[in-house]
């Protein structure tokens, strides 16, 4: 009875947990929004998009700004008639608007994050997936309205500028998707060694798949394998046992067998 009582005590301050009962709630609120969000119009939903991402870009904008407005404070105007190089003054161009107080900097973030994440939405909606066209286009978007919004343009032209700052977050955008790519999926299954590695796995020995591979004894070369072919790939003697007697049990690879 004690135990009973102490079990649904402790059931009970699970369940009152007030930071596993917000996660919960989060969550709910999360899903649920996401959920309307997709049964409205293309432009409902790329104006709620760029709105909630500007809010978001906008504070850590604003979070940065605040470490950086001593930097921001330190540089100076270069003196009126001063001629440096358009590469120089682009260079402190870029340096200003990365250093400037608060509220620009929630004004340059909250303009880059809400116009990448509107444009995204857009060419999701239109497109039907998302993929490298579509955030490269995104970056390319936002990195145009930075480079205007921010004052980066490139010398004395601010189109040419802006559209440099275009490219280069386009390119840079295009390969972040292709390397989260290349280490999201999973990688391809070798087909000369589907038969191996099944095998192994009902015997519990998958750690000798490698011995396999280094041995490059394949799915096809199962029917002719004995002991020495797998000692020489350093296989111990029970795994071997094992390996041999499965693939006699298989009526597949004996009927090879019997035909090679």
């Given at each position: 009875?004690?135990?009973?009582?102490?079990?649904?005590?402790?059931?009970?301050?699970?369940?009152?947990?007030?930071?596993?009962?917000?996660?919960?709630?989060?969550?709910?609120?999360?899903?649920?929004?996401?959920?309307?969000?997709?049964?409205?119009?293309?432009?409902?939903?790329?104006?709620?998009?760029?709105?909630?991402?500007?809010?978001?870009?906008?504070?850590?904008?604003?979070?940065?700004?605040?470490?950086?407005?001593?930097?921001?404070?330190?540089?100076?105007?270069?003196?009126?008639?001063?001629?440096?190089?358009?590469?120089?003054?682009?260079?402190?161009?870029?340096?200003?608007?990365?250093?400037?107080?608060?509220?620009?900097?929630?004004?340059?973030?909250?303009?880059?994050?809400?116009?990448?994440?509107?444009?995204?939405?857009?060419?999701?909606?239109?497109?039907?997936?998302?993929?490298?066209?579509?955030?490269?286009?995104?970056?390319?978007?936002?990195?145009?309205?930075?480079?205007?919004?921010?004052?980066?343009?490139?010398?004395?032209?601010?189109?040419?500028?802006?559209?440099?700052?275009?490219?280069?977050?386009?390119?840079?955008?295009?390969?972040?998707?292709?390397?989260?790519?290349?280490?999201?999926?999973?990688?391809?299954?070798?087909?000369?060694?589907?038969?191996?590695?099944?095998?192994?796995?009902?015997?519990?020995?998958?750690?000798?798949?490698?011995?396999?591979?280094?041995?490059?004894?394949?799915?096809?070369?199962?029917?002719?394998?004995?002991d020495s072919a797998l000692q020489d790939v350093k296989i111990p003697p029970?795994?071997?046992?094992?390996?041999?007697?499965?693939?006699?049990?298989?009526?597949?690879?004996?009927?090879?067998?019997?035909?090679?």
């Amino acid at each position: 009875m004690g135990e009973g009582k102490q079990q649904i005590m402790a059931v009970q301050m699970h369940a009152q947990n007030p930071i596993e009962q917000f996660q919960a709630k989060y969550k709910e609120i999360e899903e649920g929004f996401k959920n309307w969000l997709a049964k409205q119009s293309l432009p409902v939903e790329a104006a709620v998009v760029t709105a909630t991402n500007f809010a978001q870009g906008a504070f850590l904008g604003g979070l940065l700004g605040n470490f950086s407005s001593d930097l921001s404070s330190s540089m100076s105007s270069p003196p009126p008639g001063a001629n440096f190089d358009p590469n120089v003054m682009n260079a402190f161009q870029q340096a200003q608007a990365l250093s400037g107080g608060p509220w620009i900097q929630a004004r340059n973030f909250g303009v880059m994050a809400g116009s990448n994440a509107g444009i995204s939405c857009v060419m999701k909606r239109l497109r039907g997936k998302e993929d490298i066209q579509t955030s490269m286009t995104a970056a390319f978007g936002s990195g145009v309205l930075f480079s205007l919004v921010s004052g980066v343009s490139g010398g004395q032209n601010p189109v040419a500028g802006a559209l440099q700052s275009g490219v280069f977050f386009a390119l840079v955008q295009g390969g972040l998707f292709k390397l989260g790519q290349q280490f999201s999926q999973p990688p391809a299954e070798d087909i000369h060694y589907v038969k191996t590695r099944s095998m192994l796995t009902s015997l519990g020995l998958e750690r000798y798949e490698k011995n396999f591979k280094k041995g490059m004894l394949t799915d096809s070369t199962l029917p002719l394998l004995n002991d020495s072919a797998l000692q020489d790939v350093k296989i111990p003697p029970g795994p071997r046992l094992l390996i041999l007697d499965q693939i006699q049990r298989d009526p597949d690879l004996k009927a090879k067998q019997r035909f090679s």
